[in-house]
């Protein structure tokens, strides 16, 4: 009986290794936080603290496990939320105010039907990025603000009279 080629073993194992290379790429892909940066300032405490408040699920979806820190995601990303942004500095851009959280609304980064808020006046900052046509935005926002509303607040939004 002849003995298989070294050829034939290497051949087999440029193989085997093509096909985990794959199925690892794969899963990365689906990944909850594909594409999804960390925030420079994710390793805070108050962002560790948050994350222990995160719902089970948020504007209909479902919170998805994650191992990336500041980061969470609810569904396939309809929802998500980066803890450990530097806080936006005033602005003229439409603030709203949801149980004693203030949020902008950041119109340049809202694309695609995706909307993007940010918390105004709370260090370290957070961000949530919303899929608004599969999500519940204003009952999401609710929830949210409580998520936040321990990192403490330094400054508030104004309206356009200065009140």
Not at 6 to 21: D, I, N, S
Not at 34 to 46: I, K, N
């Amino acid at each position: 009986m002849a003995r298989p080629s070294r050829r034939l073993w290497l051949g087999l194992g440029l193989t085997a290794a093509a096909g985990l290379a794959a199925l690892l790429v794969a899963r990365e892909l689906n990944a909850p936080t594909y594409g999804v940066a960390q925030a420079p300032r994710a390793d805070a405490l108050a962002c560790a603290r948050i994350a222990k408040g995160y719902p089970a699920t948020l504007g209909g979806h479902r919170l998805a496990g994650t191992d990336v820190p500041g980061v969470a995601v609810w569904g396939d990303k309809a929802v998500v939320l980066r803890c450990g942004l530097q806080p936006p500095a005033p602005t003229t851009d439409l603030c709203v105010t949801v149980n004693s959280v203030d949020w902008v609304y950041r119109q340049s980064e809202s694309r695609d039907g995706r909307k993007v808020i940010i918390t105004y006046g709370r260090d370290p900052a957070v961000e949530v990025t919303f899929n608004a046509q599969d999500t519940a935005v204003d009952s999401a926002l609710v929830e949210l603000s409580r998520i936040v509303r321990p990192i403490h607040q330094s400054n508030h939004c104004i309206d356009s009279a200065g009140s």
